[in-house]
């Protein structure tokens, strides 16, 4: 049976979580510092980083980030609004900041949080290519969780001022576990490097990769926007 992968990032890397592509899950939870192996694999996958990038922004970030915030409700605050290519490639906030408001209508700045993106979107970008988007989707932690949900908002954040929030988190892991995946994968597979919150995140997001491999994901905006490199703008869910 084949494996699809949900992927998060995380300080210094990304979570991967690997399920296979039916019912059981059987998840497997690794940490990876770059993506080119499982990229060029093949497998269908679906990770939580902003993909396509256009050089210009007409309001609060990519067609992409517009289309989800309505799902979202009061977890919409977790959608960061990314700016146009030039912004994200800047070395320095400062600089992304002046890029981003000449490259956007109307001119917007960017946030200190979404420039820690910016390593990791890079990275990203840098593997993607039009034909891999065949198989490498992008996807938000929680609008995985809305689709997993009955498409309703979850009722509690993950974070409160950037810190995991206990309750929201019960009510994540319990939500998967409907879907399939037992407990004792987020008691005892933790592993180094890996957060709860991010584990979580990636095993929602595999789910969502299995749909992706069904053809039954939805994208937002539909039909994707593209960027000038041909790259798909869209989150799936």
Known sequence: MSRVLGIDGCRGGWAVVEIEAERPPDPVLTFE??????????????ID??????????????????AI????????????????????????????????AAHSDPPRRVSRQAFQLFPSVRALDALLTPQN????????????????????????????????????????????????YDRAFFEAGRIPFVPLVDMVDAAAIALIARRCKAGLAVPFPDPPAVDARGLRVAIWA
């Open 33 to 46: 510092t770059r993506l080119d192996a499982h990229i060029a694999s093949g497998r269908t996958m679906a």
């Open 49 to 66: 980083m902003p993909m396509g990038l256009p050089d210009r922004i007409d309001g609060p970030g990519r067609a992409a980030e517009q």
């Open 69 to 100: 915030r309505p799902l979202l409700g009061p977890r919409q605050s977790s959608v960061f609004s990314i700016p146009a290519r030039a912004a994200v490639m800047a070395p320095t906030w400062e600089e992304a900041c002046a890029l981003a």
């Open 133 to 180: 988007q065949a198989h490498v989707f992008e996807c938000h932690a929680e609008v995985a969780f809305w689709r997993l949900n009955g498409e309703r908002a979850m009722p509690t954040a993950k974070r409160v001022k950037g810190v995991p929030a206990v309750v929201g988190l019960a009510e994540r892991i319990e939500l998967l576990c409907r879907h399939g």
